[in-house]
């Protein structure tokens, strides 16, 4: 059976697409990539929940790997704050989005949120997601890719001062090395 651990380690940076300053997971190759790891997967949106001042909140499910995983999400708009009385168009981007971050639950692309719920205050360790970043690094071609492969690593791990100098020492190396 495929464990979260081998999930998680998976690069779903080509299936990326940003937005502003938000990175987003295309919900297709998510799902089709959820189905390839666990074809009896399964997912389920939940009611809805209205607010007073007409915000609301998506909910879904996925069931996966023996697991149940759920997230919530509320219907934002492009800037990530809550949308009032929110169209249909709204909610159903919504409940794709929720749909991905259920799936993230599970390991797929769960690196993109890393920081989302985390106090700045907070020590975190990511030393161990580091070398999944040392990796992309050792495997760049050119110092173009290096830069953006750094950046990448660095928009993840930002927040843990030892993973910060791992993925340094990597980018060093290989930029002598591409010299």
Same mark, same amino acid.
């Given at each position: ?9 998976? *690069? ?12 987003? /997971?295309?919900? &297709?190759? !998510?799902?089709?990539? $959820? ?49 009032? *009385? ?12 929720? /749909?991905?971050? &259920?799936? !993230?639950?599970?390991? $797929? ?66 930029? &002598?090395?591409?010299?």
């Amino acid at each position: 059976m495929t464990t979260f651990n081998e999930i998680r380690k998976i *690069n779903v940076n080509e299936h990326t697409e940003k937005k502003g300053k938000f990175t987003y /997971l295309s919900w &297709a190759w !998510a799902v089709d990539q $959820l189905l390839q790891l666990d074809p009896s997967a399964t997912w389920q949106y939940n009611k809805p929940e209205s607010f007073p001042d007409g915000t609301m909140m998506v909910f879904c499910s996925v069931t996966a790997f023996g697991k149940t995983m759920t997230s919530m999400l509320p219907v934002l708009n492009h800037q990530n704050k809550a949308i009032s *009385n929110p169209s249909a168009m709204d909610v159903n981007t919504a409940m794709q989005r929720c /749909l991905v971050k &259920a799936i !993230a639950l599970h390991g $797929l692309g769960l690196y993109i949120y890393a920081g989302e719920d985390i106090p700045d205050e907070d020590p975190v360790d990511l030393t161990e997601g580091a070398n999944f970043w040392i990796e992309n690094i050792n495997k760049c071609q050119s110092i173009e890719e290096l830069k953006q492969a750094y950046n990448n690593a660095y928009t993840v791990l930002s927040k843990d001062k030892n993973a910060v100098q791992m993925i340094a020492n990597a980018k060093d190396a290989k930029k &002598a090395q591409l010299s």
